[in-house]
């Protein structure tokens, strides 16, 4: 459970209010929030000074401009809330990760983070609203997010799902900078570009004789071209993604691939990302049982390969995993 | 019900055209498809599986694993499906003597989906084989509520559906409400719930086979009681039926007949609704042709809807329900216009 602040204290011990529904409770913790919203921002970073910490609050207030637009922070959040995993994330390798009170209930890396039941996908602003953020991180504006939580004077960061491997760099430096680690930042990203680098120089990019199914789901097969963002960090190798033949601008680079060409496309690898129980269970195993399917390359040299369902789907900091999860792979294939 | 030549002559016909465009229709499917088989050889190759038939394909390991282990076996679930979900319509919709229901208004569709949902939510996919079970178990319990809700109720049909309406919308809300608990499952439980024949197997149809066996052979024995039917409870009873047990029967038929076909495939709407009014105009309203017949231009109907699906965007795919609905709808006001309208 996050710490509630103060100023809450007066008002959740009052019998009465635990009488009254949680409805109304919340929404007269929202007025006393908002009230104390401005006040509160001149003292919250003085409490918690560390040399870097000061030098950092230095830095404010800040203006980042993200999928939202330019969002300014007038000092150091200490409360931060996060409903996005890549956001927990890439907070926690900003060294941000002391700020954050509450994650929403898909992020689970690092270990240790404030867990909770929020969710970023149907989100609920009072439940969010009673961690006492100064800062909300979001990867998509559902349910009026970022519109409810700016009339309650709490910024918001909206980092929607990268379309590309720059993105992500990008959504590290903005989180950086919205936090007050924008030096930290800039190093990880830095490390995490040297890191891809020499993964992909050693593996090679010239593997164009390598073609690759991505299953994203079974039953419908659904896949991801080379114009997504996984589809880009593949294509580092110069594999080439048998569903691009697809592609269709409708589908937003996720196409319902016929089972019958994924089979008859002959591809030499596919990546599973619907591997974990939670999302599809499938595995190399169940691949190779499908009637059809023993003839395909991949599943004759056992070169269909579990991604880790958490690191192929999220475009944080652990990308340099993923890339090499991929390079792996693309290593152990038999040369042509 | 029905004399004189000219009536005969037309059922004649309309089962011979029945049979030609399920034929034609399971010939379209296994030639044509993503994979760029040879159609002629395709076509040989099937030849070649007839008794005392020996031709030479000319296809390869790859291409004959792709026609009999991918194309054929779900050709052939559409033809099942489509087939069940046609009977199944036809069937309700001369026990409830009303032109609007098939399985999905019985607490049928919505008992199958809160089923998979249960199954995708809290079994998760430790194991796989419970989502057909549980679809199939929802859809039959859905019926079976809706028919005890009403059947206390009183008697008569629309007692019966106003139940069946109730339950699905409660099922349907429970289904919601545990969709909305587990928001990491939405995209399997609603790709299950818009249907799908995409990953057919042999062994699915094997499944389903003897439950759709029973259930075909259940209704069809029906088809004159419900000619009786339509014409009023109190001229079925003068004749020594049981109009009340007629409707359980026939029920029971038609509900497992749509379970089979949804635990198999999903939720695949429309072709329980239209199917049977179009093979009404071509044939007459005796339930003892319309139902037969629905489930031969049923099975038909899903197949070519299925090959549409995998094809016109190849090597990408459509959702089934998006094509049913597409090409369905034109067709059926097509035939409600041109030809003359008849008793439900």
Redesign the interface.
Known sequence: MAHHPDQLRPLRRTPLVRALSTATAIVAATAVLAGCGSSKSSGGSASSATPSASAAAASFPVTVSTANGGVTIKSQPQHIVSLSPTATEDLYAVGAGKQVVAVDSTSNYPSGVPSSSLSGLTPNIEAIVKYNPDLVIASQDTGGLVAGLTKLGVPVLIEPAAAKLDDAYQQIDQIGQATGHAAQAAQTVSDMKSQIAATVKEAGTTHANLNYFYEVSANPYYSATSSTFFGQVVSLFGLKNIADAADKASDGGYPQLAQEYIVSAQPKLIFLSDNAASDGGQSPAIVAARPGWAGIPAVKNGQVIGLDDDIASRWGPRLPELVKEIAQAVEKAPAQ | MVSGGRSRARTVRAYGFAVAFLAAAVLVGAMA????LNPLGTAAALLDRLPFVHLSSGLG???R??L????L?RVVLGALVGGALSLAGAGYQGVFRNPLVDSSLLGSSAGAGLGATIAIVHL???S?AALPVAAFVGSLAGVAVAYLAGAAGGPGTSTLLLAGLAVSMFLTAVQTYLL?RS??????VY?WLLG?L??A???QTGQILPYLAVAVTVVLLHGRHLDVLSVGDEEARSLGMHPGRIRLVVVAGCALAAAGAVAVSGLIGFVGIIVPHAVRRLAGSSYRRVLPLSMLFGAGFLVLADTLA?TV???????IGVVTALIGSPAFIWILRSTRSVRT
């Open positions: 498809g993503a994979a760029d390991p790859l291409d694993a792709v009999f282990q991918i194309r076996p998760g996919t430790s796989p909305q928001t990491q499952d939405i995209q399997r790709s799908s995409s990953a197997t042999w062994h995998r965007v190849a090597p990408a795919e459509l959702p």
